[in-house]
């Protein structure tokens, strides 16, 4: 949910959420709507936290950005001695929000949970990432769309209210 549609749903709801599934890896960190949750007392759950490397083409765009290949990344990665995703995931749970990685492979799976209790990222790496958000939306929503003329922006009210 976005930050106009958690409005809404404030405003109305009895039960409060309690937690908000929304895409955050290191090229698409939302701030604005990140700290709107947690100020909200609603866990922030990030899907796709390594930048979604196998996703299928009709979410691929030519503008998107690679989070495993950037240099911050990759630099931390070799400095730490772990794989590019595993610092995305480190990243994620010291922000302070609770990544889903999804993997097939055992070595890929481990890693992602070792990331949970090895040594943390420093400041200065945390720093780092903070610096290379692009606000690249990976899992655009196209599947959603069900109307004539109608964009995938329209999903996440870019503008600040929500799209009629
Ligand atoms: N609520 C929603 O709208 C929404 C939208 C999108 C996704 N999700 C959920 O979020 C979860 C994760 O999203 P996602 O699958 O899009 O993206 P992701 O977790 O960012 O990326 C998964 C990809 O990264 C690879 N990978 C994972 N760990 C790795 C490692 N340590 N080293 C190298 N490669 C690694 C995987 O390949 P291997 O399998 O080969 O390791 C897979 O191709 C999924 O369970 C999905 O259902 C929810």
Redesign the pocket.
């Known amino acids: 949910m976005t930050i106009p549609k958690l409005r809404l749903l404030l405003g109305d709801a009895e039960i409060r959420p309690a937690a908000n599934?929304m895409?955050l890896?290191p090229h698409l960190q939302q701030p604005e709507l990140f700290r709107y949750v947690v100020e909200h007392g609603i866990v922030p759950i990030g899907?796709?936290?390594?930048?979604?490397?196998?996703?299928p083409e009709r979410d691929r765009t030519p503008e998107d950005t690679v989070d495993?290949e950037d240099p911050v990344i990759v630099s931390i990665a070799k400095r730490v001695g772990v794989?590019?995703?595993?610092v995305?995931?480190k990243w994620a749970i010291q922000r302070g929000h609770v990544?889903?990685?999804?993997?097939?492979?055992r070595?890929?799976?481990l890693?992602?949970l070792r990331a949970a209790v090895s040594e943390p990222l420093t400041a200065e790496d945390m720093a780092a990432i903070a610096r290379i958000d692009k606000n690249c939306r990976?899992?655009k929503?196209q599947v959603f769309l069900w109307r004539e003329g109608q964009s995938w922006e329209d999903l996440w009210d870019v503008n600040g209210e929500i799209a009629r």
Do not use: Q
């Open positions: 599934e895409e890896h899907y796709s936290p390594i930048g979604s490397p196998g996703r495993i794989a590019p995703a595993v995305c995931v990544p889903i990685p999804f993997s097939v492979k070595a890929n799976y890693g992602n990976l899992i929503g």
